[in-house]
Structure formats: C-alpha cells, structure tokens
C-alpha cells in the first residue's frame, strides 16, 4: 500500500502543479477568439465528455488488461474496480456539485454581458438554461459554434469538475497499476492527457482552479484505494514484473 500511495501521491502532485499555478497568479477566464488552439482543447475535453467518455474509459481499461495479463477472475474483478472507481468519483462530484453550488466561469460572463442573473439561471431546469444561452448567444458570432453548443450541454455547477476527476482517477489509476520503466512514455501521455483535459476546463470558460485542485484531490484518494484493491484481489503482483 506504501508503494502505491508514494506513486499516486507523486503523480497527484504533478496534476496539482498547472491549477495551483493559475490560481496563485489570480488570473481570470475571458471568451478567446477562435483558432487552432481553442479548438484542440475543445477536442481534448471531447475525450471526456459523454458519449466519448464512454469509449475512452473502454480504451485504457483495454490497455490496463493488456498490460497487466490476469487471468479471467482478476479481469473481471480488474474491470468492476475501474469502473466502480470512474462511477464512483462521477457520484462524489454530483454530490458536492448540488451542495456547494458554484457557478461556471461562462454563466458568470453571461451575467455581465447579456444581463442574465445568477440566481436566476439557476433556477431554471437544465433544458431552459441551455435554450436561454441558445438564445443568447445567437448573436454573438466571437463565440465559436462548437464552444456555445458546449456550454448549452454543460449547465450545471462548477465546483468541483467532472472532466478533471475522470481525467485524474484513470491518470493516476495507471501510474498506480502501470508503474515502471517500460511503461514510461505511455504514463507520461497519460498525465499530459489528463493535465490537458484539465487545462481545457479553465480555458473553456467551465471552471475555475479550485475546482481542478478539490477534484485531483479526491481522484487521488479514489485511484490509490482502487490500486490497493486491485493488488489485494485481483491477483496482480506486488513488484512490477510485466513483459
């Protein structure tokens, strides 16, 4: 448990670096215009948004079995620990998002720039505030199209960020599960995808960097008891002796 608490607690750290960062510098999110950029994190942020999501947590669950090699029992008990870690993290964000509730960065600007109130949004149901900032943002032709049908899906609270705790439990999950020098430069991509999924977040107008920080926090205490779970039961060594 020693062992995989230092790695993920390492690889936490790491995630942790980008949104301290921002935060520390109090810098604040502004609609940018359009260009290559902004859509590249669009389709970062795309690999976590549902359906994709979907696929991507099929994905590396795919890599962890083809890595590690259980046999059929630990597959099976390798699976249901993933995916109940992923489910489990989405249900604690959920949670907290409905207790705190925090509004966007977006929802924020759009008080300021087309007189919609806070409280007020947020007391519509989900289908009235993604037709209100349909409506809204009709006109507004700096805000790409893909960004405006984004936010019209992503209505809710900010606090903490779904996005981030998916990207950060499978991140750590494998540095957890994966750890060793053959497995290098397929983590390293790993913790970049994960720090990009974070850094669209901000730059999309969805959260803010606490919201980054809290969701790393709690990915960390998920994926390192997912790890020790996975050990413990699904018979995988305790020293990294993969081909």
Known sequence: MRAIAGRTTLAAAILLLMPFAVWLTGWQWLPAPSGWGLHTLYAITETVTQPWGIITHLVLCAVVLWRLKPNIRGTVILITILSATVLLGQGAKSLVKERVQEPRPFVLWLE??????????YTLKRKERSALVKEQLAQQNEIPGFLRHHWQKETGYAFPSGHTMFAATWALLLVGLLWSRRHALGLALAMAWAIGVMASRLLLGMHWPLDLMVATVMS?????LACWLAQRFAGLPEKETYN
């Open 112 to 121: 300021k720039t087309q007189q919609i109130p806070v409280a007020q949004f």
């Open 220 to 224: 960390w205490l998920l994926a390192t």
